[in-house]
């Protein structure tokens, strides 16, 4: 459901138990006035632009319903999604590699890179792309599940290999987890405050 930036009000019970009701986008950059039970009943992620800073004190709110909500979303692999929320958490969920992107500003979140705070990799992905989290200089939190086996494909790319993570130089550790076997050239680069790089008990390769 798309809500049009000339929507000003949204009325008691407007959507009340639409179960079909998964999404739901608002597209102005000023949040409309939003009834208590305007939602009542239903689960969705609601998504607003990324320059609506007026929405802060609007979002967090469940208006009736469970309601999450996102500066952003998309598809960042053939099975694989990802989703920024007003807490500054992207999770990569999914099955599968993420599409391996060959420059920075290539990634979906790349507008909003710095309201990434923390980054959670869901069970279920198995690599993590060169560039991915390149120049997400407030990142300060990942997680990386069991099911990931390579950081960066190591692929020669112009003039640098991996820089997955490149200059998110608010991260200071990070844990290797047990599965991961390859580790791309330069994936850290940049990230000048990374002091501790913790392996997983049972991981072989590191």
Not at 99 to 108: E, L, P
Not at 111 to 128: A, F, M, P
């Amino acid at each position: 459901q798309s809500i049009p930036e000339s929507v000003s009000s949204i009325g008691d019970y407007a959507f009340a138990n639409c179960s079909a009701l998964w999404t739901v986008t608002f597209q102005g950059a000023a949040a409309p006035s939003i009834a208590a039970a305007a939602f009542s009943g239903i689960t969705a992620r609601c998504h607003v632009p990324e320059y609506a800073s007026s929405w802060a004190s609007t979002v967090n709110k469940n208006y009736g319903g469970t309601l999450t909500w996102s500066i952003g979303s998309g598809v960042c692999g053939t099975s694989a999604n990802w989703f920024l929320g007003f807490d500054g958490t992207l999770t990569i969920s999914g099955t599968g590699n993420m599409y391996n992107y060959s420059s920075a500003n290539s990634y979906g979140w790349y507008s909003v890179r710095e309201q990434v705070k923390s980054v959670v990799i869901s069970e279920g992905i198995t690599s993590i792309s060169d560039y991915a989290f390149y120049g997400c200089s407030n990142l300060t939190s990942v997680s990386i599940a069991d099911s990931v086996t390579k950081i960066g494909t190591g692929t020669y790319t112009g003039y640098s290999y991996g820089h997955c993570f490149y200059d998110c130089t608010s991260l200071t550790q990070i844990t290797i987890t047990k599965n991961v076997r390859e580790i791309a050239y330069s994936a850290f680069s940049g990230c000048h405050n990374l002091t501790t790089i913790n392996v997983a008990s049972g991981n072989t390769a590191f």
